[in-house]
């Protein structure tokens, strides 16, 4: 018997003597979803056009999604906005406030503020691309997370072509 053995062995005795003596101490329930798998979650708050508060006070940042910025003081309070950031947060609410929602995420699982990084799906809405094909956001492409930046590309130039959103409204 080999070295992986012994220790297989082991640790199936050890997980035998725990169901049987350990009845006041279960092991623990360990459960991990597959991380391509959708999370259903709730919103609490809209922060701005790309990036939502979901319960737990968790925010989530939208991969491949660029909204005008509101700027806010260290207090919280709003100290200024982009042109069309007040349209993009609004249509941001109206689309996932207060919803239950599907996060899937890419390849990163957080940005360097410590948000989630995900695609975002509220009844079979992808919000991501909405978002950008109606000239609410325009796409941003950090790699490695990817996956649909070709169709966010296409979706942008029709909003553009098309003259929607701040395309129409924001000179530059």
């Given amino acids: 018997m080999n070295k992986k053995q012994k220790v297989y062995i082991l640790a199936i005795i050890l997980l035998i003597l725990q169901l049987f003596f350990g009845k006041n101490n279960p092991l623990p329930k ?26 737990g006070k968790i925010k989530v940042r939208y991969i491949g999604v660029d909204s005008p910025e509101i700027y806010h003081d ?19 609410k109206k689309l996932v406030e207060g ?3 599907s996060l899937i995420k890419d390849v990163s699982d957080k940005d360097k503020y410590g948000r989630l990084l995900r695609y975002v799906y ?8 909405y978002l950008i094909k109606n000239g609410y956001a325009k ?3 950090i ?28 000179p530059n």
């Fill in 30 to 55: 360990v459960s991990v979803a597959p991380t391509n798998v959708p999370t259903q979650v709730k919103v609490i708050r809209v922060i701005d056009g790309d990036t939502i508060e979901i319960e």
């Fill in 74 to 92: 260290s207090t919280g309070k709003k100290t200024g906005v982009e042109c069309f950031a007040n349209e993009s947060y609004l249509e941001n």
């Fill in 99 to 101: 919803k239950e929602v």
């Fill in 122 to 129: 509220v009844e079979g809405l992808f919000i991501n691309d």
């Fill in 139 to 141: 796409l941003m492409t």
């Fill in 143 to 170: 790699k490695p997370d990817i996956k649909y930046s070709q169709q966010f590309k296409e979706e942008e130039k029709l909003a553009q072509v098309n003259n929607l959103g701040l395309w129409k409204k924001c």
